[in-house]
């Protein structure tokens, strides 16, 4: 039998069907047309809009949002977002007025309540929370584009008098220059503020900020309100940026463990000359610790001098290298003073001085001032002076550094170490990398984050938060498949056919490619389905099962 053109409908679904159940599991539609409303009349729902911008976030197709409608045009948009969705109701016109609307809203409330919500579901560990900030550059332009909204409700005061009650949108953001982490001075920018839980690298927190906000001017802030909004005790890891006076003060009912700036005077003495007899092996390979109690701006807290034996043998390599560059500028610069007349002794002595307060490694020896008959023109029987001496190295300030090479220090006020062993503090410390990992995904080439072209500052920060929300869905995932190896024990083949059981979902995605959804005479059939493909599914929820016709 021949089949018509017409009888046949192929549609893509790849990867996709495991976004669109993680999705489900979390609930995110549901939460989003639950704050935002429902309108009656409405093709496409508020949710629905977010979860099809998720898809097309991790679809790694470089499809900008304006091209919404032609992305979904080759994908089984029905089938992953919902029935009666065409592509052609993904257009930027929705897409902005729903961007607009979660701006009003509150974006980081938002983020917030959909990443615990699936933290909750998925049985993340809340116990230790990982803090930081990274610059995202964009092009051209931004001006508000948004009229200020004000949302007025009514209550009735103890006279029994009307009050009104005023309440204005959120202040947008401010696209400016700043401190650049991605080495574009030139270009404007935002800040990404982000909380990653220690358990999976999920995302919880998410604030975009206006482009020269400082870190240190805001950690203290907002470890103090998300650990109000979390009500658990999480440990708040964060880099040097939190370590300040004002943001320790702020956080006293809080645990927190990071870095301590060596622009501390305290830190920096102890690490120059803390002896290699006080440190211990950790149980962390390559790695020695030593541990003081110290009280800086009030606080009492615990210390950890960290000496690591990779970066020691980096720093000591480098720390030859700078000595036998300064030294070769050190005779340079000596030799042309030596050369220099001065017209008297006093001169060329403050000159000498002058010259060896410049030296970082090294030290002016034999020196002494020659008396030389002057050498103008003009009075040729004049008397001057010359400077003769000798250059070598310093060792006190050579060592110095070498007792420093390869050692840092993190702080915490658990004093207990019972409660956070000095091992777990340094391990805690390493997982600082979760942030800088979630930082990467959404900088990546392949993400649409990399096209940020919106016209108002308001709906970048909405992209912002649907960016966040990728990443969560991503890395709940991720997470899911490689917990459903470690403990079945089972492993998949990675691209080299080598067994692995902490796969990433880039990779599982790059499994999931060339899967359609074939409607043959208005009956439903997936595509290129296989044994590999039905166990990795398996080890998700049966939400992402559904989009395969796995369960009904």
Not at 347 to 367: G, M, R, T, V, W
Request: with cysteine; proline share 3%; aromatic share 8%.
């Amino acid at each position: 039998m021949k089949l018509k053109p017409q009888e046949i409908e192929i549609q893509n679904i790849d990867h996709l069907g495991i976004v669109a159940g993680i999705i489900d599991s979390i609930g995110i539609v549901e939460i989003i047309n639950e704050i935002i409303g429902v309108e009656k009349e409405e093709k496409v729902s508020a949710g629905q809009v977010v979860k099809a911008m998720i898809i097309n976030g991790l679809g790694f197709v470089s499809k900008p949002l304006y091209m919404f409608p032609e992305y979904f045009e080759t994908i089984a948009c029905e089938h992953l977002i919902g029935a009666g969705v065409k592509p052609e109701y993904l257009n930027d016109d929705k897409l902005g007025r729903v961007m607009d609307k979660l701006f009003i809203k509150g974006l980081d409330t938002i983020f917030f309540i959909i990443a615990v919500k699936a933290a909750q579901k998925f049985g993340v560990s809340l116990s230790t929370s990982h803090l930081d900030s990274s610059s995202m550059h964009v092009h051209g332009q931004y001006n508000t584009s948004l009229p200020e909204v004000i949302f007025e409700s009514q209550k009735v005061g103890n006279n029994q008098e009307l009050e009104q009650l005023a309440v204005k949108s959120p202040k947008e953001i401010t696209i400016t220059y700043g401190y650049s982490r991605d080495h574009r001075p030139d270009l404007k920018q935002f800040i990404i503020e982000m909380i990653c839980l220690g358990d999976g690298d999920i995302p919880i927190f998410l604030k975009l900020a206006s482009g020269n906000q400082a870190d240190s001017s805001c950690f203290g802030h907002i470890a103090v309100e998300y650990q109000k909004q979390l009500e658990v005790n999480s440990l708040i890891v964060a880099d040097s940026a939190l370590y300040t006076e004002s943001n320790l003060k702020m956080m006293s009912e809080l645990r927190w463990l990071c870095r301590v700036p060596l622009s501390i005077k305290a830190a920096k003495s102890l690490i120059s000359t803390i002896p290699e007899s006080e440190f211990i092996d950790s149980r962390i390979p390559g790695y020695k610790l030593a541990s003081k109690t110290e009280n800086y701006a009030g606080i009492e807290q615990r210390w950890l001098v960290v000496q690591s034996q990779e970066r020691r043998e980096s720093d000591l390599r480098k720390l030859t290298q700078k000595v036998i560059k300064a030294e070769s500028k050190a005779v340079q610069e000596l030799k042309k003073l030596s050369q220099e007349e001065f017209a008297c002794e006093a001169d060329a002595i403050k000159a000498l001085s002058k010259l060896s307060k410049q030296f970082k490694y090294h030290q002016i020896n034999e020196s002494k001032v020659i008396q030389i008959k002057s050498k103008t023109k003009d009075s040729p029987q004049a008397i001057s002076y010359q400077i003769s001496a000798t250059v070598s190295q310093d060792d006190s300030k050579i060592n110095t550094e070498l007792l420093s090479a390869g050692r840092f220090i993190i702080a915490t006020n658990v004093l207990d170490s019972k409660e956070l062993s000095h091992d777990s503090m340094l391990s805690e410390y390493k997982a600082q990398q979760s942030c800088e990992r979630g930082f990467g995904f959404l900088k990546d080439p392949l993400f649409f984050a990399d096209s940020i072209f919106l016209k108002s500052p308001e709906r970048i920060e909405s992209l912002g938060m649907i960016m966040g929300l990728c990443l969560l869905v991503y890395t709940l995932a991720q997470r899911q498949i490689r917990n459903a190896l470690f403990n079945s024990k089972s492993t998949i083949k990675n691209q080299l056919g080598k067994a692995i059981d902490r796969p990433t979902l880039r990779w599982i995605f790059q499994c999931f490619q060339c899967i359609h959804l074939v409607t043959l005479n208005q009956e439903e059939h997936i595509s290129n389905w296989n044994q590999d493909r039905d166990f990795i599914l398996r080890l998700l929820p049966d939400d992402c099962l559904r989009y395969y016709q796995l369960v009904t």
